[in-house]
């Protein structure tokens, strides 16, 4: 499953340096909570192997929990 909608606005305009289109992101590490109640997810790309640190709110986070899991899971 593809996670480009947790990155921002610009993360997710940077073309890929693997094929020049659209990364294709994937969450790679347990949430680590940071100040203001945020937590920070490691993304990775497959196609070209960059990484981004995704922050995402409490709420924000609660929505997508399953799904980040399962995933971390299966990496």
Known sequence: MN?????DERQQRTRCRGDSKE???LPVGDGMATAGRNISVTMYCKKCEAREAVF????EY?????????????V
């Open 23 to 25: 990364c294709y992101w």
């Open 3 to 7: 996670f480009n909608h947790l990155l």
């Open 56 to 59: 995402l709110t409490e709420a």
């Open 62 to 74: 609660g929505v997508h929990r399953k799904l980040i899991e399962k995933e971390i899971g299966n």
